[in-house]
C-alpha cells in the first residue's frame, strides 16, 4: 500500500509542476502582450504633417533644448536688399554675406514634413518620447498672421527616426530622421556661394603665385576685350612682359568667378586642418577702385581645394572643375609664338637661313582660297599654287611653320651673346615691318628677337630645321614646296613615302 501511495505521489508532484509552469507563463504572457506604450498606427503611406509654401512664411524661429536659437525672418519690403535676414544667438556676421537662394533651400527643406507612424499624445508619451523637453521648438509664423508650431523629441531606438507633434495636436509622429539633421544649421550654412563674381570692368591687375613648382606673374587686365575672342584678356607683365595665352586666360577667368561648393568652417582658427596654414596656391587681384582681393587656395585635397578670402570669414571648399590651368607650366601661360599674323594681312616674308636665302610674297583678301584666280600667293618669284591630292596647299604650310613657331622655353634671365643665325623679315601690306631673329642658344634652341630686342624665349631647332612631314621646321618646309613646284602636274603634287 505504501508503495502504491508513494507511486501517486510521485505522478502528481510533475503534474503539479507542469501546471504550475502554465499559470506562470500565462500570466507572464499576459502582461508582455500588453502594449507598455501608447498604440501606434502604421501608415499604408507617409502622411503629410506639414505643408507651407515658403512663399506664405514670414518668420521661422528655431529654438534648441540648451537655450540657443536661430531665426529667419522676412524684412520688410524697401528696408533691404535681401529678402531675408538670418540671425543667430550663437554667431555674429554681417547681413550682405548671406544668400537669399540658400535661406530659400533651406525653408522649402523644412516646411515640408511627412509621417510614417502617428501615436496617441497622452502625458506619458509626451515624456517617454522627449516631448516633454523638446530637442526643437520650431515656431513658423505665417504672413496671414496664423501660426504653426513643431517640437521635435527623442530619436527611436535605431536612429532612424525622431518624435515629434504638430501643433500641440493629439498624436505623436514618426518623422525621419534626416529631417531633423536639417535643423542643425549654422550661419556659414546660407552664405552666398558665390564668393567672388568679378568682371572686367572692374579689374585692373592680377598676382598669381604658386608655392610647388614655384611661378610668380604679375598680369595687366587688357580694355575691351574678351575671354571669347582672339584679344588677350591679359598682358603679363613678369617675368616677362609679353601677351597672354589662352590657357592663361581661362585660368585667370576661373579665378574671377569662384562659386564655392560649401563652408566648412565659420572661423580660420584651424587653417592647418585644411592644408592653408602655407596654401599652396595665392592670387591678389587689384581692382580699379583701389581696392585689393586676396585669395588663399590649398593644394589639391581629394579632387578639391580648400580656401579663404579677404572677402569671406571662414574657409570655404571648391570642387576641383571650378578652377582651372592652376598647375600650368610658365611656358603655357604666354601666347606660344613670337609672331602669329594673318595671311590677308602681309605682303612678303624674306628668310635668310645659313643654308641660303627665300622670298614669300601674297596678295590675298579675308576668306579668298588660295586656288582663287586673284589670290597672289608666290616663292622666289615663282607662283606657288600647288597642293597635294587632298588640297593642302604647300605655300600654306610654309606660312604655318613660320607663323606658329613654339616657344620651347622661358628665359628672362638669359644674356644672348650668339650673332643671329636666322632671320625673318615680315611686311605687312600696310608697309609695317616686323623684323624675327635668332641666335643659337645651345645645339637643341635659339633665341628669339623681336625688333632688335631679346623677348625673353626661346624656340627649338626642330621649329627651324625638323624633317618632320606632319609637323615640318621652316626650312624643310621651304625644301617640300620647291619639290612640289619642281614635280607638280597641274597643280598637284604628293610627296612620295618611302
Known amino acids: ?25 500565462t500570466v ?30 514670414q518668420s521661422f524661429v528655431l529654438i534648441r533644448r540648451d537655450g540657443s536659437a536661430y531665426s529667419i525672418n522676412r524684412s520688410e519690403e524697401g528696408s533691404s536688399f535681401h529678402k531675408w535676414v538670418f540671425q543667430s544667438s550663437e554667431e555674429k556676421y554681417e547681413s550682405d554675406l548671406y544668400s537669399d537662394d540658400q535661406i530659400e533651400l533651406f525653408l522649402l527643406r523644412v516646411a ?37 508650431e513643431l517640437s521635435v523629441g527623442a530619436l527611436s531606438f535605431d536612429g532612424l527616426s525622431a518624435y515629434a507633434t504638430v501643433d500641440a495636436g493629439n498624436f505623436v509622429y514618426l518623422i525621419p530622421a534626416e529631417n531633423v539633421a536639417e535643423y542643425e544649421v549654422q550661419a556659414i550654412d546660407f552664405f552666398d556661394r558665390k564668393a567672388l563674381d568679378l568682371s572686367g570692368k572692374e579689374i585692373e591687375t592680377l598676382t598669381f603665385s604658386r608655392m610647388n613648382h614655384p611661378i610668380k606673374i604679375y598680369a595687366q587686365f587688357l ?40 563652408y566648412v568652417a565659420g572661423s580660420r582658427d584651424s587653417l592647418s586642418a585644411y592644408g592653408l596654414d602655407q596654401p599652396e596656391y595665392s592670387y591678389s587681384i587689384r581692382l580699379r577702385n583701389g581696392k585689393t582681393v ?47 599674323e594673318k595671311l590677308y594681312d602681309l605682303k612678303a616674308i624674306k628668310a635668310v637661313f645659313p643654308e641660303g636665302e627665300f622670298e614669300m610674297e601674297m596678295v590675298i583678301e579675308e576668306g579668298m582660297n588660295l586656288a582663287n584666280k586673284d589670290a597672289v600667293i608666290k616663292v622666289d618669284r615663282r607662283s606657288a599654287k600647288v597642293t597635294d591630292s587632298f ?41 609695317k615691318t616686323i623684323q624675327l631673329d635668332f641666335a643659337a642658344a ?3 634652341n635659339y633665341y628669339v628677337f623681336v625688333d632688335g630686342e631679346y623677348i625673353g624665349f626661346q624656340v627649338s631647332s626642330d621649329q627651324l630645321y625638323a624633317a618632320n612631314l606632319s609637323d615640318p621646321g621652316v626650312w624643310y618646309a621651304y625644301e617640300l614646296l620647291n619639290e612640289a613646284l619642281d614635280g607638280q602636274i597641274n597643280g598637284k603634287y604628293d610627296i612620295p613615302v618611302s
Open 223 to 262: 580694355e575691351n576685350s574678351s575671354p571669347v575672342t582672339e584679344t588677350p584678356t591679359w598682358a603679363i607683365v613678369e617675368p616677362i612682359a609679353f601677351r597672354s595665352g589662352e590657357l592663361f586666360d581661362r585660368m585667370a577667368h576661373s579665378l574671377m568667378t569662384i562659386e564655392v561648393d560649401a
Open 442 to 444: 645651345d645645339d637643341k
Open 294 to 340: 586676396q585669395v588663399y587656395l590649398s593644394r589639391k585635397i581629394s579632387n578639391k581645394y580648400y580656401g579663404y578670402s579677404d572677402l569671406m570669414p571662414g574657409v570655404f571648399v571648391i570642387s576641383e572643375s571650378r578652377v582651372v590651368g592652376l598647375d600650368l607650366s610658365l611656358e603655357e601661360c604666354y601666347f606660344p609664338y613670337p609672331v602669329h
Open 28 to 57: 507572464v504572457n499576459y502582461f508582455y502582450s500588453r502594449e507598455p506604450s501608447p498604440s501606434v498606427t502604421d501608415e499604408s503611406e507617409d502622411a503629410e504633417i506639414l505643408a507651407i509654401d515658403p512663399a506664405e512664411i
Open 1 to 25: 500500500m505504501k508503495s502504491g501511495v508513494k507511486s501517486l505521489r510521485n505522478l502528481l508532484i510533475p503534474a503539479i509542476v507542469f501546471l504550475v509552469l502554465i499559470a506562470v507563463l
Open 391 to 431: 588640297g593642302n596647299s604647300y605655300f600654306l604650310v610654309l606660312y604655318s611653320s613660320i607663323m606658329e613657331l613654339d616657344f620651347s622655353r622661358v628665359s628672362p634671365d638669359a644674356v644672348p651673346l650668339s650673332d643671329v643665325e636666322i632671320s625673318f623679315l615680315i611686311i605687312k601690306r600696310d608697309s
Open 112 to 148: 515640408t514634413l511627412y509621417s510614417s507612424k502617428s501615436i496617441p499624445a497622452d502625458t506619458n508619451a509626451l515624456t517617454e518620447y522627449g516631448l516633454d523637453e523638446p530637442l526643437y521648438r520650431i515656431t513658423i509664423s505665417m504672413n496671414s498672421g496664423a501660426v504653426r
